[in-house]
């Protein structure tokens, strides 16, 4: 039987400003980060699906350091998330390509999908880099929301509540997407 000291995989439920989020990790890293939601059955419920999460809710300090930056950054906080393990193993070259490349974008900075790909030495591959980024395990970590379509526009978003939280998420940080809204006209009365 394993002591509290010798586990070093589980997962959390943390309560925010802005919904119930949820992290997994295993021995290596972050596993798994689920955006917000409702209720916290509905954050676990996900967590649980996913294989390799385990039940254990012993938090190592680097995960205690996570879930407060989480919370400082649901709270509107500039936070940096580039020194947070991640575990992604078995996960193929071309997504940790451009994983690693959505990882050096800084609080408030976009790019366009066109463009992460080339940093990521995939040029002209926008449209895998948005399916590599549809199914990122980690989320907010893995900054991708912040990479938005060509044009100005939000693009796609798998997160719970879709281009919404993206574009939410994005305001957080003090970026607009999008087009500018029509200058105030006269009220006329």
Same mark, same amino acid.
């Given at each position: ?61 680097? !995960?205690?350091?996570? #879930? ?5 950054? +649901? @709270? %509107? ?5 580039? $020194?947070? /393990? ?51 395990? !980690?989320?907010?970590? #893995? ?5 938005? +379509? @060509? %044009? ?5 978003? $798998?997160? /719970? ?29």
């Amino acid at each position: 039987m394993q002591t509290p000291s010798q586990i070093t995989a589980g997962h959390a439920v943390l309560e925010t400003v802005i919904g119930f989020m949820g992290i997994a990790w295993s021995e290596k890293g972050l596993i798994r980060l689920c955006l917000p939601e409702r209720s916290r059955e509905a954050v676990e419920r996900r967590l649980m699906r996913h294989a390799g999460v385990s039940a254990s809710t012993v938090q190592p300090p680097w !995960v205690v350091e996570l #879930i407060a930056s989480i919370k400082a950054y +649901a @709270a %509107g906080e500039d936070v940096d998330f580039s $020194s947070v /393990p991640v575990d992604l193993d078995g996960i193929d070259d071309f997504r940790l390509a451009i994983y690693d490349a959505a990882r050096k974008l800084a609080y408030g900075e976009t790019t366009t999908y066109g463009e992460l790909a080339k940093s990521a030495g995939h040029a002209g591959l926008p449209r895998e880099t948005g399916a590599a980024l549809g199914a990122n395990p !980690v989320p907010l970590v #893995i900054p991708c929301h912040r990479i938005v +379509a @060509a %044009g100005g526009k939000i693009g796609g978003f $798998s997160a /719970p509540g879709g281009s919404t939280t993206k574009e939410k998420m994005l305001a957080m940080e003090g970026v607009r997407v999008g087009p500018q809204p029509p200058a105030q006209v006269s009220f006329g009365f």
